[in-house]
T-cell receptor, first 114, second 115 residues
């Protein structure tokens, strides 16, 4: 099925470093969501973006909804060990038979070394 | 607010038996619930969309007779894996959405192991 291209697939960083990951799509989405998933748990919503060009922050996290509505990025500043997990972008389909469904990126596995 | 409870968190069953997984929205009414499947180190793949009071809509390639979905109330959806086989072993996750609100909340997932 439809999928978003999320990169990088994995990151190994030192505590205190900044992190950036992004998602691109060939389709337009009307909402972009960023989730974090820890082992054995469901995804937890970090940031929701509803307008093209929107830049939103949640603590050390910042995400932007691309102007073309086909991309989004997530930045994490000053990483800490508890940032470890898998980060997923998700797009909400704009219309048609897929209206309201989430399409997920492949995920970015983040490892933070103390 | 917006809590989704999923039960059980893990289950082991014998091949050929059926397993039911429950997804409940605890503090809101969920007109739509979604069921996902996730294999290790992979992304979430949507299996089906269930709407309260109507039949579920299954994604291409998902067997509706094998994965039975019931959404009989605004706070409960169930996924029953019928005649389970080892290849059905996976992490199953539900999510719920309020009407007109894209605040999708996910359950904590169910680890199914079929032996």
């Amino acid at each position: 099925g439809q999928q978003l291209n999320q990169s990088p697939q994995s990151m190994f960083i030192q505590e205190g470093e900044d992190v950036s990951m992004n998602c691109t799509s060939s389709s337009i989405f009307n909402t972009w969501l960023w989730y974090k998933q820890e082992p054995g748990e469901g995804p937890v919503l970090l940031i929701a973006l509803y307008k093209a060009g929107e830049l939103t922050s949640n603590g050390r996290l910042t995400a932007q909804f691309g102007i073309t509505r086909k991309d989004s990025f997530l930045n994490i500043s000053a990483s800490i060990p508890s940032d470890v997990g898998i980060y997923f972008c998700a797009g909400v389909n704009a219309g048609g038979t897929s209206y309201g469904k989430l399409t997920f990126g492949q995920g970015t596995i983040l490892t933070v070394h103390p | 607010g917006a809590v989704v409870s999923q039960h059980p968190s893990w289950v082991i069953c014998k091949s050929g038996t059926s397993v039911k997984i429950e997804c409940r929205s605890l503090d809101f009414q969920a007109t739509t619930m979604f069921w996902y499947r996730q294999f290790p180190k992979q992304s979430l793949m949507l299996m089906a969309t269930s709407n309260e009071g109507s039949k579920a809509t299954y994604e291409q390639g998902v067997e509706k007779d094998k994965f039975l979905i019931n959404h009989a109330s605004l706070t409960l959806s169930t996924l029953t894996v019928t005649s389970a086989h080892p290849e059905d072993s996976s992490f199953y996750i539900c999510s719920a959405s309020r009407t007109g609100n894209y605040g999708y909340t996910f359950g904590s997932g169910t680890r199914l192991t079929v032996v």
